[in-house]
């Protein structure tokens, strides 16, 4: 067995070996069916021998009608084995496909999110839909026909053999040619089903990226040029899949034309048996039905090897994902951890580079947040503060030695230990199609909670402290009302404190805000950040933010420029420095200011 093959039927073997109980029953059901194939074509050439050389009415009334009862049983027989390799090798691959799927997102669950900025959307819907299907089809039908046609060459051969050895040589001549015509396609089939599987996950990347962006593109007036683009697609997967098309046609045409070669073969040789009285009409008929049932094995090969090849084009789109390491591994001895309310968390010498990137985002940070502190993160575009947010959430893969929660190592630390503790609102917000109850309870305790005065209860109060209780009442069904895709009938400002509400409702120890804040108004941004001076003892705040005169209620402030501290202190002390603090509080109201008066007008 060579690397290729074992490297091919990697993931097949694992599912067989899994499975294997019900790939059992369902193989032995095969053999069954198998096996009775022998016997119709025997059956008939009793009864033709028996209508041929027969003379007396009644013993030959009795012979059809045995013969008939044999076929009906045998039938029966069948029927049942047929269903029963139904239920325990389809079913099996989709239990497979649904480990696949479940594996594959699980495994996905644990990137780091620079992993999704290299990744498609569409490319991994199509990971998750077309390809693991394809290996579904070779854990199922795939697997079906090749033990199918492998047992009808065990079974259906010998007996032709018996029957008449010189003319099951003869008539087997022409399939010699099979199974080096099938090799020589094997690379040109798997060829052909990457492009149409490459071209399918184009279509879905660009589906995904214009529904996303779809008020820009409308905004833009840019509809016949995304049309333009869309139709350009569509007609690379439709090459894609003629060119696909016209393999799987060569293919299936070559094995027809081996098949009828041989029964042709049959028609000249057996006619001269039969007209030379070297074999009875009963088993010309009888032979003829052999070669017919050969057909399906030949063409069936031809199948199982089609779909074992699409598996193995589609198996290596999903290793290259799956086959990438997680950005946090868990750590490789587990620690005692310790339970206080809100850690002492420590940053030392923290520098963190992106993976392809030769620039670090973060160098050699150190800084200190005492337990119910709250830190200001202040700095330009690029300045680094929403990748260290990152890193102190445990999103991005820190080095150890850098990040302690109450003298800890975070990498020696539980991931799931880590993220209970924080509470991370991204710039980007993202709502999820329920209702507004569910968006904000989403990840706390009572999520799925059946009590519902429980849940709404829970819902407000995280809602009143984001401040955005009243707003959400004034919504028809409030709490209860169904948000749109991504929260598209909510304002930006109202979609911002919502997800700021989703944050506090689990209770978090550490609250993390990405310049979240940048589209609600002065007043609402210190009111919420005063609200949250309530949580002193029970909850450390660390905000980025471009609107500096939020700054002014925090407890100290940290200046970043690529990647670097450039300053800190307490807020208030590094405005009246006139440094680098002081140039960007200045910047940012005179910004603030220019859009006011821009309101104004």
């Excluded at 139709?231 to 003629?242: D, M």
């Excluded at 850098?402 to 990498?411: K, L």
């Excluded at 539980?414 to 609102?425: C, H, L």
Aim: glycine share 6%; charged share 25%.
């Amino acid at each position: 067995m060579n690397q290729k093959f074992r490297e091919n039927f990697r993931v097949i073997f694992f599912y067989y070996r899994k499975y294997w109980r019900y790939y059992s029953i369902g193989i032995l059901s095969l053999i069954i069916v198998d096996g009775l194939e022998v016997f119709p074509p025997l059956l008939l050439r009793n009864v033709v021998d028996g209508l041929e050389k027969l003379r007396d009415p009644l013993v030959l009334r009795t012979l059809i009608f045995n013969m008939a009862a044999a076929y009906l049983a045998i039938s029966l027989v069948q029927s049942g084995m047929r269903f029963l390799w139904r239920k325990y090798i389809v079913r099996t691959s989709m239990l497979g496909s649904n480990d696949m799927r479940q594996e594959l997102f699980a495994h996905l669950s644990i990137m780091a999110p620079g992993f999704f900025k290299k990744r498609r959307v569409g490319d991994l819907v199509s990971l998750a839909t077309n390809d693991i299907e394809a290996t579904r089809f070779a854990l199922g039908p795939g697997t079906l026909t090749f033990f199918d046609c492998l047992f009808y060459f065990l079974v259906i051969p010998p007996t032709m053999f018996f029957i008449s050895p010189k003319l099951t040589i003869v008539s087997f001549i022409p399939l010699i040619g099979v199974p080096f015509f099938v090799r020589r396609m094997e690379d040109r089939i798997v060829r052909s089903f990457k492009q149409v599987q490459d071209r399918f996950s184009d279509l879905a990347a660009h589906c995904q990226e214009s529904l996303g962006g779809i008020r820009v593109i409308k905004s833009a007036a840019l509809e016949p040029f995304k049309e333009r683009e869309m139709e350009e697609l569509g007609s690379k997967y439709i090459e894609a899949n003629l060119e696909s098309a016209i393999t799987q046609s060569t293919f299936s045409g070559m094995l027809d034309f081996f098949v009828s070669t041989s029964t042709t073969i049959l028609f000249l040789l057996g006619g001269a048996y039969v007209l030379k009285e070297r074999i009875s009409i009963g088993v010309f008929v009888a032979f003829q039905r052999y070669i017919q049932k050969m057909a399906w094995p030949m063409e069936g090969f031809g199948l199982a090897a089609n779909i074992f090849q699409r598996s193995f084009a589609s198996q290596k789109r999903v290793d290259a994902v799956m086959l990438e390491k997680a950005g946090i591994l868990p750590p490789s001895n587990k620690v005692e951890v310790f339970e206080r309310k809100v850690p002492l968390i420590e940053v030392k010498n923290l520098s963190f580079t992106y993976p392809g990137k030769d620039t670090p985002a973060l160098n050699n940070i150190s800084f200190t947040i005492k337990p119910g502190r709250k830190l200001g993160l202040a700095g330009n575009v690029g300045s680094g503060k929403s990748t260290l947010l990152a890193c102190l959430a445990r999103m991005e893969p820190v080095p150890a030695g850098t990040i302690f929660f109450d003298g800890q190592d975070v990498t020696t630390l539980p991931v799931e230990y880590v993220r209970r503790k924080i509470g991370i609102v991204p710039q980007e917000i993202f709502l999820f199609s329920r209702t507004v109850a569910d968006n904000i309870l989403y990840g706390s305790d009572l999520f799925e909670s059946k009590e519902k005065a429980q849940r709404i209860a829970a819902a407000i109060h995280a809602a009143e402290t984001a401040h955005v209780a009243k707003e959400i009442e004034r919504i028809q069904d409030g709490y209860e009302a169904m948000l749109g895709e991504r929260g598209v009938n909510l304002s930006g400002g109202q979609k911002q404190r919502i997800s700021i509400a989703r944050a506090l409702a689990r209770n978090p120890e550490i609250l993390l805000l990405d310049d979240c804040l940048s589209a609600v108004d002065a007043e609402t941004e210190r009111k919420l950040i005063g609200s949250l001076q309530g949580f002193a003892d029970n909850l450390s705040l660390v905000i980025a933010s471009h609107r500096l005169s939020a700054f002014d209620q925090l407890d100290w402030a940290l200046v970043m420029e690529q990647g670097k501290i450039l300053e800190q202190g307490r807020p208030l002390e590094l405005k009246s420095r006139g440094n680098d603090f002081a140039k960007l509080y200045t910047n940012a109201e005179r910004d603030r200011a220019l859009r006011e008066m821009e309101l104004v007008k």
